[in-house]
């Protein structure tokens, strides 16, 4: 079974379009046997769905994003992603979230081309792991710790995710930690799972800015799935193993404590210049 890519997509500017362009360019290069399901924010280029269409990808939907509906981030474009690959009944492998980093402005160029070069290049082998490894449900390149101190805005749509309810679905709490910058690998369970438990009302519902970075993700270890993440620590220096280890003993899930050593310290965000990120640009 072949993996998809739901990209979303963002290019206000002539002067972003590059952008564009190097994603396209990357789907040719590791991508080209993928599915894409494509949402497209209502205030990018006109001039956005040709250039797609111009590299000849295996674009199975493209659409944009009703206005009342855009939530100022690449949130609402994945929205809209989503509903075509629901609609269309089709099932993959693994699931890429991938969207235009940068493609508002470029203080992000950098972090581009990281994830460019360190993640989508690496495809194979990350996608090897995925298939490999039992029970792992997706994979990232740099989380956050959740602060049990700090305040979150309720963001849950429809499904009780981030809010850690337990029922006979979600019979798991989350892994207290955020995959941040929106760009991830989600295997074929746990979106299956969250695919499931949604209805028309959360397509047609406006969603928090940040809920493919701080809920969305959730669904995988609420469904009892391992999230790997491939940098130890978090882009604040701290450690996230006491996280995820807390995880496993709180939900009796003992069999992934081995995953744990697998996580790699070689890079850090510091090495990531300049420091600072904007997680929706």
Known sequence: MKSCIIFSCTI???????????????????????????GINPNSLDEVESIINSYNLNVQFIQRCPVELYSDSDASAYQIALKGLRDSNSEYENYWFIHTKSG????????????????????????????????????GMLGLAYDEQKSYGKTDIEVDIFENTITDELPYTHAHFFYIHTLYVINKKPLQ????????????????????????????????????????????????????????TINKLEKYKKYINTFKTNFTFNQLNPPYVNSNT
């Open 12 to 38: 206000i500017s002539e002067q972003r379009l590059i952008v564009l362009h190097r994603f396209l360019q990357t789907f040719q290069q590791h991508f080209s046997d993928s599915d894409l399901f494509i």
């Open 193 to 248: 799972k969250f695919l499931s438990l949604i209805t028309d009302n959360w397509f047609e519902t406006k969603l928090d800015r940040y809920y493919f970075e701080g809920v969305f993700p959730f669904i995988v270890s609420r469904s009892g799935y391992f999230p790997y993440i491939e940098n130890q620590f978090d882009c604040s220096s701290n450690d996230l193993t006491p996280k995820i280890s807390d995880w496993i």
């Open 104 to 139: 508002v402005n470029e203080h992000s160029n950098y972090l581009r081309e990281w994830y460019i070069d360190n993640f989508l290049a690496n495809r194979i082998p990350i996608e090897t792991f995925i298939n490999e490894t039992p029970g792992i449900g997706s994979y």
